[in-house]
């Protein structure tokens, strides 16, 4: 049977001012105003704005303006230095890779947009039913949507609902058709009815609705008022029946559009760094120029003399110093794509590896992220006994004695035996019957469905509930014999190890709710007569509703120590009197009027007093696998971990104990709700009193705090080892990243897999997307994915803190390279009277960058300080990173002197030791300067790789056979004489030698800390 729904629907992305609007019932044409078309767009660029959007991205740094205003300085005939190319050609490389590059990352995320945008789905017209793509949807369309769990009932008039897409919650949640409707034959007759639905703005709120059904040719006509209990989000799954439902927002006003925050184009702080070194340097060169300029004591056009000594200099801010990281960045995403440690790892944004080597607060979704979302039973307590997972044989032999022993058998000495036996069968009885689940029956291909649920097959049967806690019960009350067979509305079925059925009527039941925390059930055994009231619920207000025991507080705290989620379970007999008297006064408060909700609570209170405590429960969600070592990795390397999640309080708090995210030494403070300024004033300055301890707090009262004491808020919380906010909406885990960042400075990296984690993803300076059970949302808009939550330590530890220090050594050698050179043009020029004059012309000055050195000075990426294993061993080596130490002024200083050093002793020793000719100072200072280079970087390298000394070897060869072409520029005759082979050599080696001997000194008498470990 198919269950006519109609139901707000809506599926996904094209803000204006929102408006109320009326949508009539598969009449798209008779809408009064244009609504977006529903169309999903993640590019950030379209095929007209790509050109001038990446060249706009690239020339809003000073770094690469700075460039092209040289190249194009060129064109005028009295700035020009040499040949055109040698300005040109290096910028058009680093334009056409960084082109690529966005090219490549724009076609991907294109053809993801499309599978999304073509998916096809179910639409009813006056032609029957078409196949429509979803950009194809419009507001009014009647849509068919099927359910996708194929083991879940049909159930006429209502169906069920996952929205862990859109809250992180993974219970199903009940949804129900406008009434009306339900009464046509069919669900064509929806075409023919004149109908309208009269929907609210498009708005964030996913936990609301307000709207109008309207048929207005029915006699008389129909009004019905509609809730979020009619709707269907987008982004949700349905989990039973067949809907059909009425579009009623598209595109852009979808609820999961509107929680979501748009992709930001993110920059790594590494990058800012290098681009204010850059700045330094060339205030460093208009001060040179300036200098020079000066020493010509301002003589002539000095103002031009300004311009072709900037271009002379021009060296000392280097451009290659872009492609070499952007060259870089693509290599370090190669490598952690490749890395068998951690597979199906993916990089989606390759601009900024650096970022994962100096995060400080790690951000983390629980459900689905740090658990597998599975419930398992673990213990029951009675007080005097506890079973645990490994004496549940003990639990299933009493409940089988229950049912099998003779009554009259039983001698003194197991009497004992039998208290205890018939105090586990009650415990178990009341577990298998105070719940809210329906075991349902599915065909198996052996059995057809309605045979399954007459014999009650086992094989067939699976337990529907709204949550996962409740079917764990259950299906632990089956494993030790008591079994839930059948459900309906009014009663319930068991069945004992012998195979007996027990029947029990359903007289009323008290659903669970937040504000109550617990749920009750009256029920009457057909066998007996007896009636029985049972209860289940959080200790918290159990502890008030049993009689007195000296047991339930310290038990339910060891056992909430452990991370389970505990359950107090109570019964209470009821005789058919007081069972009378109770639903009498029960169905007059439920008809009154005025204060109804209180007078209901005032008639259920009555019945919950001096109920007998029979066990307590204790259920584990699941952790992901190594969730705990990979926590104790990240705090040990000096990251915060902070846990948002959209769950209850309760459970939030028990995965974060469970998780080891709070210590077992470590307080935890629970924030008490707050509504107003003055509640919250003092609920922080009762948390200001606590030293070393986890704050817990609910995004309700965050709100409320963020509102009145945003600063204090946050300091408070950055001074905790661990903070867990539950309740939290989409929008409100990006307001706390963004608030991290903007309080703290620091880096932040959000970790997520469901469709409500995309905001914070993306908001966070590092966004990593766990591909989970909850689908491909997060992992999509996402920087890195990863399959699993415990690849994120060698992520962060091996690939992030290598990615980070291979390009600040990369960064200050590129930048070395330019300022020796430059060095030595500042000598010539200053010998040779201040003459704008290039001391090394054409291709040397290129090869110089390119050939000659760029493949030692690359292969730079492959260099590590220390084996991947001893870096997941000692997470402390990543808190050096956190200081910034690898690149910071103080070594960007160590940088400039040392090549100040070398380029003076270089050309000053070429001009001392040539002879006669000028040609001789270039062959001499250049063999020098390449040979310099070459050893500085086997200096700089730690652990020598292969393709290491292949780089050195072939920029050596490359050289040495290039000097055949170089014969204007270089005197090949003078090469060969030994003259000219001892002078290299000794120059050289005065410019090497004291920087090695340093080198050496310091690792012996001022090691860095990853030296002591591999020593």
């Known amino acids: 049977e198919c269950t006519c729904q109609c139901c707000p629907w809506s599926r996904c992305c094209g803000m204006g001012d929102f408006r109320p609007r009326t949508v009539w019932l598969g009449r798209p044409d008779k809408r009064e105003q244009r609504y977006p078309r529903n169309v999903i767009n993640n590019q950030k660029y379209n095929f007209f704005t790509f050109l001038p959007g990446v060249l706009f991205n690239q020339f809003k740094y000073f770094f690469n303006l700075y460039f092209l205003l040289l190249a194009c300085s060129q064109f005028v005939p009295e700035l020009r230095l040499g040949a055109l190319y040698t300005y040109w050609v290096p910028l058009g490389f680093v334009l056409i890779i960084t082109i690529v590059r966005e090219a490549v990352e724009e076609v991907r995320c294109f053809l993801r947009d499309k599978e999304v945008n073509s998916q096809i789905y179910s639409k009813l017209s006056p032609r029957g039913t078409v196949k429509v793509k979803s ?6 369309d009647l849509i068919i949507v099927e359910k996708v769990c194929p083991f879940l009932p049909d159930s006429p008039g209502s169906c069920f609902l996952r929205t862990d897409q859109l809250d992180g919650e993974t219970d199903w949640k009940l949804r129900l058709p406008v009434a009306c409707t339900q009464r046509l034959p069919t669900a064509a007759d929806l075409l023919q009815i004149r109908s309208f639905v009269y929907a609210e703005e498009p708005n964030i ?28 989000w987008a982004s949700t799954v349905i989990a039973s029946g067949t809907v059909v439902g009425v579009v009623i927002y598209t595109g ?20 800012l760094e290098v681009n204010c070194l850059t700045k330094i340097l060339f205030g460093a060169l208009v001060v040179v120029s300036l200098v020079m300029v000066a020493l010509q004591h301002f003589a002539g056009r000095w103002y031009l003399q300004i311009f072709r000594f900037l271009l002379l200099f021009s060296n000392i801010v280097p451009i290659s110093l872009r492609v070499n990281l952007d060259m870089g960045k693509m290599v370090f995403s190669w490598m952690i794509r490749r890395d068998s440690k951690i597979p199906g790892t993916v990089v989606r944004a390759s601009t900024i590896p650096e970022q994962l080597g100096r995060i400080s607060y790690l951000l983390t979704d629980k459900t689905g992220t740090l658990t597998q979302n599975e419930m398992v039973f673990r213990r029951l307590h009675l007080g005097t006994v506890a079973y645990g997972m490994d004496s549940m044989d003990e639990v299933q032999s009493h409940v089988f004695s229950a049912y099998t022993q003779v009554r009259d058998w039983a001698p003194a000495a197991t009497k004992v035996r039998k208290t205890i036996s018939s105090r586990v069968h009650e415990a178990v009885k009341a577990i298998a019957l105070v719940h809210n689940v329906t075991p349902v029956y599915e065909s198996n291909g052996v059995t057809d469905q309605a045979e399954a649920e007459q ?36 009663s319930m079925q068991l069945r004992t190890p012998t195979g007996q059925i027990l029947n029990f009527t359903i007289l009323q039941i008290f659903p669970f709710t937040y504000e109550s925390k617990r749920m009750g059930i009256i029920v009457r055994d057909e066998s007996t007569g007896e009636i029985t009231f049972y209860m289940k619920g959080a200790d918290v207000v159990m502890a008030g509703i049993v009689q007195y ?5 310290e038990e339910c705290g060891n056992m909430a120590r452990e991370g389970l989620r505990v359950l107090v379970v109570a019964k209470k007999s009821l005789t058919e009197e007081q069972y009378q008297d109770f639903e009498a006064r029960y169905v007059q408060a439920k008809l009154s009027v005025h204060d109804r909700s209180l007078k209901v609570a005032t008639v259920i209170e009555s019945l919950e007093m001096e109920m007998e405590l029979l066990c307590l429960t204790g259920v584990e969600d699941q952790l992901q696998a190594d969730v705990r070592p990979t926590l104790e990795i990240l705090r040990n390397a000096g990251i915060k971990v902070w846990m948002l999640t959209g769950d209850k ?29 003055g509640e ?16 817990v707090i609910s995004g309700d009262s965050l709100e409320v705090c963020l509102k009145f004491y945003e600063y204090e808020l946050m300091e408070l919380a950055c001074q905790c080892p661990a903070v867990v906010c539950c309740r939290c909406a989409p929008t409100q885990k990006a307001q706390i990243v963004r608030l991290l960042q903007e309080r703290t400075g620091k880096l932040t990296c959000a970790v997520g897999d469901g469709g409500n984690d995309v905001s914070m993803i993306q908001e966070a300076d590092c966004g990593v997307g766990v591909e989970g059970k909850e689908g491909k949302q997060a992992s999509l808009a996402a920087d890195f994915s990863v399959t699993q939550f415990k690849h994120l330590g060698r992520l962060l530890m091996v690939h992030g803190r290598n990615s980070y220090k291979r390009s600040a050594a990369l960064s200050q050698f590129v930048i070395h390279r330019s300022l020796c050179i430059s060095t030595m043009q500042a000598v010539f020029s200053s010998v040779f009277y201040f003459a704008s004059v290039p001391l090394y012309q054409g291709f040397l000055i290129i090869g110089y960058s390119t050939l000659y050195t760029m493949f030692p000075v690359f292969s730079l990426v492959l260099d590590k300080d220390v084996k991947s294993e001893v870096a997941m061993l000692y997470p402390e080596l990543y808190k050096d990173l956190l200081k910034g130490r690898p690149l910071s002024f103080k070594t960007f200083l160590i940088w400039v002197l040392i090549s100040i050093y070398q380029g003076s002793i270089i050309m000053y020793g070429a001009l001392l030791l040539f002879e006669s000719e000028f040609v001789h100072i270039v062959a001499i200072s250049f ?40 014969h204007e520029f270089i005197d090949i005759y003078f090469i060969a004489t030994l003259s000219f082979v001892w002078k290299v050599t000794a120059i050289t080696l005065v410019s090497c030698l004291p920087l090695y001997i340093l080198k050496y000194l310091r690792r012996r008498f001022s090691p860095p800390n990853y030296s002591k470990l591999t020593s």
């Not at 979501?260 to 184009?265: A, E, N």
């Not at 839930?484 to 009014?490: F, H, M, P, Y």
């Not at 310099?932 to 292969?946: N, P, R, S």
């Open 135 to 140: 950009s194809g949807i419009q507001v009014g």
């Open 205 to 232: 709120d996913i936990h609301n609705f307000v709207g109008t059904f309207t048929r207005e040719d029915g006699d008389p006509p129909v009004n019905e008022s509609l809730s979020i209990e009619n709707t269907l």
């Open 252 to 271: 852009k006003e979808l609820r999961s559009v509107m929680n979501t925050s748009k992709s930001r184009h993110k920059v790594g702080l590494f990058d």
């Open 455 to 490: 014999h009650y097959e086992d094989a067939c049967r699976v337990y529907q509930a709204s949550s996962p806690d409740e079917v764990s019960l259950v299906q632990w009350t089956e494993s030790v014999g008591l079994t839930l067979v059948g459900r309906d509305q009014s």
């Open 549 to 553: 025991n000296d047991w339930l507080e």
């Open 649 to 677: 309080l309760e459970t939030a708090t028990c995965t974060a104990k469970n998780a080891h995210l709070v210590t077992r030494n470590q307080d935890i403070h629970i924030f008490r709700p707050v509504t107003t300024r």
């Open 680 to 695: 919250a004033h003092l609920e922080l300055n009762a948390f200001r009193r606590k030293h070393d301890c986890a704050l």
């Open 927 to 966: 063999t020098s300067l390449i040979l310099t280079e070459l050893l500085m970087v086997a200096l700089t390298i730690q652990t020598w790789h292969w393709l290491m000394i292949v780089a050195e070897l072939l920029s050596l060869a490359c050289y040495i056979a290039s000097l055949v072409f170089l």
